[in-house]
């Protein structure tokens, strides 16, 4: 098994000064990294996760997940090896396909969108074209259907699997399974990874309004993008999934990161 990694994904910067205070509070909290929503808000996450650089010493700063439809191939490269060169390696790459609603920022930016196989099709380009370089970023891919999943398991160094947020641990398990049988030889080098949606029963409105659901609803459904508030049955359960489909990296949204900073602590303590 890997050891945990923990880490914070924020999607909302309104100045830099806000946007670096978070970056130092995520770090004295002890999580590993520090990751960029794509846009942040309106604002690109290469631009802020450079400042972050500046304000932070171990941090790990990276990308969930950048639109590969966004980013013209080189001029992601230049960007990401920019930043992996400068913070001596505290840079990892997340890269997707886009979540709904990605075309419009596509088209602001004068790109097309393609076709969903379309979008398979140019990550795969991409990708190669990022692993030209020796020394690079560590490359994070973020799937849940079967052929993100399949580019996943021949490429990436961590996949977060995206699944719904009502999603059970029967039906993870099911997702999980088919990543493993899909990575086969390659499955020791990949790291496993879940993004978390909250910690706890409150209501949130504004995860209903994404969702379409609201937490108390996925905390009674039994849903795994939601822990339980109390930090030693949350660290309970990490290990559990940990032993059972070996996932070691977990993310939560930024406005968990107090309640997930003593859930992590003692994750760490019981099982490294």
């Known amino acids: 098994m890997k050891p945990f990694r ?8 309104p100045d830099l000064t806000s946007w670096t205070a978070q970056a130092e509070r995520v770090e004295k909290l002890g999580f590993d990294t520090l990751l960029a929503t794509d846009p942040v808000g ?17 941090l790990t700063l990276g990308t969930f997940v950048l639109a590969d439809p966004f980013r013209d191939a080189a001029a992601l490269g230049w960007q990401a090896q920019t930043l992996h060169r400068q913070t001596r390696g505290r840079f990892e790459l997340g890269l997707g396909v886009g979540r709904p609603g990605a075309e419009t920022h596509a088209a602001a930016l004068g790109r097309e969108f393609p076709s969903p196989g379309e979008r398979i099709t140019r990550m795969a380009a991409t990708i190669a074209h990022l692993k030209r370089e020796p020394d690079r970023p560590r490359l994070v891919l973020a799937g849940g259907g079967p052929k993100m999943l399949a580019l996943a398991a021949q ?4 996949v977060t699997f995206t699944w719904r947020p009502t999603t059970t641990e029967a039906e993870a398990q099911s997702i999980v399974d088919q990543f493993r049988e899909l990575a086969g030889s390659r499955l020791p080098e990949i790291e496993l990874g879940l993004n978390l949606m909250a910690v706890g029963s409150e209501p949130s409105p504004g995860i209903a309004r994404w969702a379409g659901v609201d937490v108390p609803e996925l905390a009674a459904g039994g849903a795994v993008t ?4 109390d930090p030693g049955a949350a660290a309970e359960t990490l290990l559990r999934w940990r032993e059972r489909w070996g996932i070691s990296y977990v993310t939560i949204n930024s406005g968990y ?12 303590k019981a099982g490294g």
Do not use: M, N, Q, S
């Not at 923990?6 to 910067?13: D, H, L, S």
């Not at 990161?257 to 760490?268: T, V």
């Open 257 to 268: 990161a107090e309640p997930f900073a003593a859930i992590a602590d003692e994750a760490r």
């Open 42 to 58: 309106t604002a690109d996450p290469f631009v802020l996760l450079g400042a972050a650089a500046a304000v932070t010493i171990d």
């Open 155 to 158: 490429e990436a160094d961590t």
């Open 6 to 13: 923990f880490g914070v994904v924020a999607g909302y910067a």
């Open 226 to 229: 939601v822990l339980p508030e």
